[in-house]
Every structure is written in structure tokens, then in C-alpha cells.
């Protein structure tokens, strides 16, 4: 694999969110005579788990951001607890 080949590789890999060092352990592979291939499949795999996971995170944040947001608009702030630094945020507490 010559230079160029290596490089576009590692754009690749990048693309679809492999780490630096898991890419090394590909390249490594390869160049140790080894086909990469299962490495590569559960690299993805777990990938994927782990975008799922973060995926779920960002849509309950997304849902709780929605929700305030929708309290926020019923607020009266002259009636802010003084207390609090936010009763937007703090106020559903």
C-alpha cells in the first residue's frame, strides 16, 4: 500500500468516525499480513452502539430543552424568585 493509498484510507476511516489509534491497529494489520476485516467489522459495530446510545442523549436533551422552553414561555419574570440565578432553568426544580 503505497503512501497515497494509506492516506485516502485514513480519510475514510475518518469519515465514518474511526479514532487515529484504531486506524494505526488497521493499518498494522494490513501491513502485518493480516486481513483487517473482522477488526474493522467490530470497530463499526461498537461504533454504531455508541451512536445509538448518543443519539438517544441528544433526543431526551432535545425533548428536556423543548419542554423549558415551552415553560419559559409561560413565565412571568417579574415574578423571578430572587433566590434563584435563572428561574427558567431553576424554576422547574
Known sequence: MDTLDRSRFVRAAQ?????????REIIALRDGGETPCGFVVDLIGRRATELDARI??????RDE????????????????DPRLVCHVINGGA
Open 56 to 61: 438517544a442523549e441528544l433526543v431526551a436533551l
Open 65 to 80: 430543552l423543548r419542554s423549558l422552553d415551552r415553560r419559559a414561555r409561560r413565565l412571568d419574570p417579574r415574578r423571578c
Open 15 to 23: 469519515t465514518v468516525g474511526l479514532h487515529l489509534g484504531e486506524i
